[in-house]
């Protein structure tokens, strides 16, 4: 069964720095996605960004971006220019690229609370 | 294009009793799942639903159940409450194919307290 780890409990950052959040997970698969989800006090979880296993380019999604290092199994999220808008729980989660049944499912880290110090 | 809602945003049910909460998907996404959000922890998946059948299940017992309606929107059915049922339920909608990748849509979810 796959697993994801964050092993960052909460982080801090000044407004304006950056920061990095870590992510590791446990799959015998090839092929899936994985995914930086936040989570703001409105409860809504927003994909913030996607990268897909088989690319080897990191994906960027303007502020933000991710360092996936698929040998070592590691999926960190880099935050540029930090903004106050950007405080929330942030959760890393897998998806197995064999979609079907509960295999299409989304597979959550514990979550890293993020704060923004102004 | 309107996003996933979910009713209520809270409720309070006692424990034994049944519980309906309720998900309208995002426009055009045929495929929605639901999962339990325990306090402090990740969103564990409950099921999923494609077309109105269920297509997927996650570690949860067959007191929780689900439907899934024409027009895609959805049902998460939890009976016999449990103190430990007391979580932050979401919905998500996507737009289900094969090695399809495009993410999902969630709702802001369905606060439940069990007493």
């Known amino acids: 069964a796959q697993t994801v780890t964050q092993s960052q409990p909460e982080m801090s950052v000044q407004e304006a720095e950056t920061v990095t959040l870590s992510c590791t997970y446990d799959?015998?698969?090839?092929?899936?996605?994985l995914f930086w989800y936040k989570q703001p006090p409105s409860r809504q979880m927003i994909l913030v960004i996607r990268q897909e296993a088989y690319k080897q380019q990191n994906a960027t999604e303007n502020r933000f971006s991710v360092n996936f290092q698929k040998a070592a199994k590691s999926f960190s999220l880099k935050i540029s220019d930090s903004q106050l808008g950007d405080a929330a729980m942030y959760f890393c989660?897998?998806?197995?690229?064999?979609?079907?049944?509960?295999?299409?499912?989304?597979?959550f880290g514990k979550g890293t609370k993020l704060s923004v110090k102004p | 294009e309107t996003g996933v809602t979910q009713s209520p945003t809270h409720l309070i049910k006692t424990r034994g009793q049944q519980v309906t909460l309720r998900c309208s998907s995002q426009?055009?996404?045929?495929?929605v799942s639901w999962y339990q959000q325990a306090l402090g922890q990740g969103p564990q998946f409950i099921f999923q639903y494609y077309r109105e059948e269920e297509n997927g299940r996650g570690n949860f017992p067959p007191r929780f159940s689900g439907l899934q309606f024409p027009n895609y929107s959805s049902e998460l059915n939890v009976n016999a409450l449990e103190l430990d049922d007391s979580a932050l339920y979401l919905c998500a909608s996507s737009l289900g194919s094969a090695r399809a990748a495009y993410g999902y849509t969630f709702g802001s979810g369905t606060r439940l307290t069990v007493v």
């Open positions: 989660a897998y998806r197995s690229a064999d979609y079907g049944g509960s295999q299409g499912n989304l597979i």
């Open positions: 799959t015998s698969e090839s092929d899936y996605y």
């Open positions: 426009s055009g996404h045929n495929t």
